[in-house]
């Protein structure tokens, strides 16, 4: 079965760090590209990033640049990302998707994103 499994979410306090984790199963992540989205309550759904795997290209919403990373670990079929000097409004509910590519990801319908991860909360506060 294809199959996203977002982890890695939790409490931490401003200027602090997590890691996500997206571990796929039953496909390889060679040839796709991951989306990662945030929906906090009462907000709309927004992109954060986006990893092109057919060629390492990456992708960065202006809010988590220079504080966000990601990156794809293809032994363990898992993309990671890595969120540090985390903020009170980074706090939500973050999404894996899978698509093909991630060009004008963040403005692309759900219905655009093949495989959707169950989402990890996030909640940034002291």
């Known amino acids: 079965e294809v199959q996203l499994q977002a982890s890695g979410g939790g409490l931490v306090q401003p200027g602090g760090s997590l890691r996500l984790s997206c571990a796929a199963s039953?496909?390889?992540?060679?040839?796709?590209?991951i989306a990662w989205f945030r929906q906090a309550p009462g907000k709309e759904r927004e992109g954060v990033s986006c990893?092109?795997?057919?060629?390492?290209?990456?992708d960065f919403a202006d809010y988590v640049k220079g504080r966000f990373t990601v990156s794809t670990d293809k032994v363990r079929n898992t993309v990671f990302l890595q969120m540090n000097s985390l903020k009170p409004e980074d706090t939500a509910v973050y999404y894996c998707?899978?698509?093909?590519?991630?060009?004008?990801?963040?403005?692309?319908?759900?219905?655009?994103?093949?495989?959707w991860g169950q989402g990890t909360l996030v909640t940034v506060s002291s």
């Open positions: 998707a899978r698509t093909t590519t991630c060009s004008d990801y963040e403005n692309r319908s759900v219905w655009w994103f093949e495989v």
């Open positions: 039953g496909f390889t992540l060679d040839y796709y590209a």
């Open positions: 990893i092109d795997n057919s060629d390492g290209s990456t």
